[in-house]
């Protein structure tokens, strides 16, 4: 069963435009929510995270905005640029519960942003 | 900073083989992980240890193994590789549960 599942699988999107991910989560234990990037040859990197006591986090051109009863949370990239080509992962994990200590990950989308 | 490193970064191998691949971590980090990423799946988690002395089953355990050596290593182990096998592994640490998560740059890992 996933845990974090992750839309769309791909995404293109122009220079300058604005590229949006979306996961959702069924596990209420979850309270700690990660976007991480990954370039090809490269392990992932922590982009920006969030925890579930706000409803939205910007740093940059990056905001990730939470909804709670929705059990959504999703990346927003603003003003994207061909060096944000790159895979982006969400992920969740929890500090107590069944799943403690474990971070689990989306299947990933692939951002292509053209010149 | 070396951060977490892993060997080998590339490894053949034939079926039924065994390896380990070695991660460590100088960060000091109580948390590792072992995940395989495969075209379409994203990360899965295979293995992991919340902290020193403990270790726990991830979403894909079988077939693995590991060992938290001491606090700065955790190895995988693949007794009878499968061709199933062959994927792209990748050890991350964190300081504790919902923290960060360092990476390192992964084993790309092939059985014939």
């Known amino acids: 069963q996933q845990q974090v599942k992750q839309s769309p699988q791909s995404l293109i999107v122009q220079k300058g435009g604005i590229s949006i991910i979306n996961c959702a989560y069924e596990?209420?234990?979850?309270?700690?929510f990660p976007w991480y990037q990954q370039f090809p040859g490269k392990g992932p990197a922590l982009l920006i995270a969030i925890r579930p006591d706000v409803s939205e986090k910007k740093e940059g051109r990056f905001t990730i905005s939470f909804n709670k009863s929705a059990k959504q949370f999703s990346l927003h990239i603003m003003d994207s640029q061909p060096g944000d080509s790159a895979t982006y992962f969400c992920?969740?994990?929890?500090?107590?519960?069944?799943?403690?200590?474990?971070?689990?990950f989306g299947r990933g989308t692939q951002l292509t942003v053209w010149p | 900073n070396a951060g977490v490193t892993q060997t080998p970064k590339f490894q053949v191998l034939k079926t039924g083989q065994s390896m380990t691949l070695q991660c460590a971590q100088d960060?000091?980090?109580?948390?590792m992980y072992w995940y395989r990423q495969d075209p379409g799946m994203g990360l899965r988690l295979i293995y992991y240890s919340a902290s020193e002395g403990t270790t726990d089953k991830g979403e894909v355990p079988n077939g693995y193994n590991v060992s938290r050596l001491n606090k700065r290593e955790f190895s995988l182990r693949l007794e009878s590789a499968a061709p199933s096998q062959t994927s792209v592994y990748f050890c991350a640490s964190r300081q504790t549960v919902n923290t960060e998560a360092f990476f390192g740059q992964g084993t790309r890992l092939t059985v014939v």
């Open positions: 960060m000091n980090h109580n948390s």
């Open positions: 596990n209420t234990a979850f309270d700690y």
């Open positions: 992920a969740a994990s929890d500090k107590r519960g069944s799943t403690l200590g474990r971070l689990y």
